[in-house]
């Protein structure tokens, strides 16, 4: 499917907000704070090996995900008091979720994350979010990629993922610490060391006729190296990791271990990141932007627009986890959204912005083939003003992935005045 035509299909049922971030382009908002990454200085890419520290996929699941439809608490009655038509039906009916562990269910959409699942590499985390009270999604998103729940209105120029960066050692000796899979920086990696947005790392190369590349390189390589930062290191930047990009064989690359990724944007987004990771480039964090889960209308979890979309990540997930068996110390990937959605279904058989929701963690010390974090129930009397409510702060389990999956970073300077509760996610 198309990323054109993946947009238009879901389009039809996102909320005003969402469609004009959508259209306009949300990264946008992140592009004067990252122009802040061009004035730290690069290095020349030299064969890095790649070091020790995993690699750390980022998935942010723009426009909030259906947690109650991706992962079902079927075992809570009250779901399907609020949701008469649009309710997964529990293990053993017609269409019904797969069960997880006698209480939640996988929707069956979502089958091939049993895959990471039953082998203990990936797990959920429920009723998990921001405690930023904002529905909004531009605000939310925001203060998410900010790390500033707590004070969502503050101008804070630089991501809690940028952050991180800039509190570990680099990998490797490459210029290309960290990418964006994606035509900009999103906000999360802004002021990020030695990260570009690549959307196609396979076509990342010097542009125009062949013939006259290298005086037109020569030619630009001399214009700025007479000038000054932002522009200098910044060219100096994009032509180190062309070269690096020319040098790895992405269309002989050949998936392991039956891996068959979906002929879709986010399958093309995750083949090409284990192709990074297997390079051993040094590479960091990779980051992907999946937008399109704003289901307002006609969200069909079961045969829709929602069911489609889970089908899609979940074949990309559970190729990527195939593809890289064996090679599971070397990335900790997560998934997330801005915020959950209401528990009642609305008028147009879609749901609202609400609150609580799911992440997902998968890797080597992930705990997984379990569904985390308290369960807070749907009874009306036990929401927070009509949302599931929010048990796990998303920065705890951002927390262990940093400190315990990749190790060594600051979780001082990443979550300022945060104080992380264990999850039990990666141990």
Known sequence: MSRSHQNAKSMKSECAEYSTLSRRGFLGSAAAAAAGTLLLPKTAFAGGSGGSRPTLVGIFLRGAIDGLSTVVPYGDSALYTARPDLAVPAPGSADGALNLDGFFGLNPNAAA?????????????????????????????????????????????????????????????????????????????????????????????????????????????????????????????????????????????????????????????????????????????????????????????????????????SAGLEAFYLDMQGMEDKYVLYAKSEFGRRVAQNGSLGTDHGSGGIMMVMGNRVQGGQVLGNWPTLDPAQLDNGDLRIETDYRDVLAEVLSVGLGGTDLGHVFAGHTPAPVGAVI
């Not at 993922?161 to 000796?173: D, E």
């Not at 690549?198 to 990342?204: A, K, L, N």
């Not at 001399?222 to 062309?242: D, G, H, K, V, W």
């Not at 980051?287 to 289901?295: I, T």
């Open 113 to 313: 994350l049993l895959t990471p699942f039953q082998a203990n590499r990936l797990a959920f985390i429920h009723a998990c979010g921001s405690t930023d009270p904002s529905r909004s999604h531009f605000d939310a998103m925001r203060s998410m990629e900010t790390g500033t729940p707590e004070n969502p209105g503050a101008n804070e120029p630089s991501g809690w993922l940028a952050r991180h960066l800039q509190s570990v050692t680099p990998l490797g000796s490459g210029s290309l610490r960290g990418i964006a899979l994606d035509d900009l920086l999103p906000r999360v990696l802004a002021l990020a060391p030695d990260t570009l947005p690549i959307p196609d790392p396979s076509t990342f190369a010097f542009p125009g006729n062949a013939a006259t590349a290298d005086s037109r390189r020569q030619a630009i390589e001399n214009a700025y190296r007479e000038t000054i930062a932002p522009l200098a290191p910044a060219a100096a930047s994009s032509l180190s990791t062309i070269d690096l990009m020319e040098n790895v064989d992405f269309a002989g690359y050949a998936p392991s271990n039956g891996a068959v990724y979906p002929a879709s944007p986010f399958g093309n987004v995750m083949r090409n990141t284990a192709i990074l990771i297997k390079e051993g480039i040094g590479l960091e964090v990779a980051h992907y932007d999946y937008g399109g889960w704003d289901h307002h209308d006609d969200q069909g979890p079961l045969n829709g627009t929602l069911a489609d979309m889970l089908m899609d990540l």
